[in-house]
């Protein structure tokens, strides 16, 4: 399958300060990139859906000029955590969907471990 | 109602025992269903999906998918423990087919 990575893996940061996390899809192209948020024994929260070329598409109650994604490149997405608090720590999670011929597959990057302190 | 429910578990099967793990959604034109297994501090990864009424095997996993009933399980035959993990169900919205929504998770425990 398809590879997706993250960096950095983990972070740790003070309160107020911005953190930047990159997602790549390592061997194909991405038109469409999502970002999730888990905080701890819960499920995957989607952020946003990231499109190539144009703004991406905030989910209600997601703060977009605080959270704020730019999706230059079609194997490249960034997220980035602007004046972070103790609330944000999360486990941030990106995605990818590849084209498999009949059907769109999402892959999943390792996780950005986030702690705000 | 929530979009996507799942029961939490624990879910504790002794080894070789078959494990059954039940989801069901709300959004009654949804026409794709995944399940995901996540290990803990691990990201999602993709264990099947489905899009028809019926069964579908892959090796020891079992999807089964009943659209009237809005019902989607994964069995899981011959468990070991490392199949100890906790499994996401997903399902793409009629309302917007891009996006998947994912249920709480079924934490799995897989005895010796």
């Given at each position: 399958g398809a590879v997706v990575s993250q960096h950095p893996s983990w972070v740790i940061c003070k309160?107020?300060?911005?953190v930047k996390i990159e997602c790549r899809s390592l061997d194909?192209?991405?038109?469409?990139m999502f970002w999730y948020r888990q905080f701890p024994k819960q499920s995957l929260m989607l952020m946003a859906t990231s499109n190539e070329g144009s703004k991406a598409t905030y989910e209600q109650g997601v703060e977009?000029?605080?959270?704020l994604i730019n999706h230059a490149s079609l194997t490249l997405s960034t997220l980035t955590v602007t004046s972070a608090h103790p609330e944000d720590s999360s486990f941030y999670i990106c995605s990818a969907k590849e084209w498999r011929g009949a059907w769109y597959e999402q892959y999943f990057g390792p996780g950005t471990r986030l702690t705000v302190t | 109602q929530k979009e996507v429910e799942q029961n939490s578990g624990p879910l504790s099967v002794?080894?070789?025992a078959i494990a059954s793990l039940n989801c069901t959604y709300s959004d009654r034109g949804s026409q794709?269903?995944?399940w995901y297994r996540q290990y803990s501090g691990k990201s999602p990864e993709l264990i099947m999906f489905i899009y028809s009424n019926g069964d579908k095997e892959d090796g020891r996993f079992t999807a089964q998918l009943n659209k009237a009933s809005q019902y989607v399980s994964l069995l899981i035959r011959d468990s070991q423990p490392s199949d100890s993990a906790t499994y996401l169900c997903a399902v793409t919205p009629s309302y917007n087919t891009d996006k998947l929504i994912f249920g709480t998770g079924t934490r799995l425990q897989v005895f010796p």
């Amino acid at each position: 399958g398809a590879v997706v990575s993250q960096h950095p893996s983990w972070v740790i940061c003070k309160s107020g300060t911005s953190v930047k996390i990159e997602c790549r899809s390592l061997d194909f192209q991405a038109t469409t990139m999502f970002w999730y948020r888990q905080f701890p024994k819960q499920s995957l929260m989607l952020m946003a859906t990231s499109n190539e070329g144009s703004k991406a598409t905030y989910e209600q109650g997601v703060e977009k000029d605080k959270f704020l994604i730019n999706h230059a490149s079609l194997t490249l997405s960034t997220l980035t955590v602007t004046s972070a608090h103790p609330e944000d720590s999360s486990f941030y999670i990106c995605s990818a969907k590849e084209w498999r011929g009949a059907w769109y597959e999402q892959y999943f990057g390792p996780g950005t471990r986030l702690t705000v302190t | 109602q929530k979009e996507v429910e799942q029961n939490s578990g624990p879910l504790s099967v002794p080894e070789g025992a078959i494990a059954s793990l039940n989801c069901t959604y709300s959004d009654r034109g949804s026409q794709s269903f995944f399940w995901y297994r996540q290990y803990s501090g691990k990201s999602p990864e993709l264990i099947m999906f489905i899009y028809s009424n019926g069964d579908k095997e892959d090796g020891r996993f079992t999807a089964q998918l009943n659209k009237a009933s809005q019902y989607v399980s994964l069995l899981i035959r011959d468990s070991q423990p490392s199949d100890s993990a906790t499994y996401l169900c997903a399902v793409t919205p009629s309302y917007n087919t891009d996006k998947l929504i994912f249920g709480t998770g079924t934490r799995l425990q897989v005895f010796p």
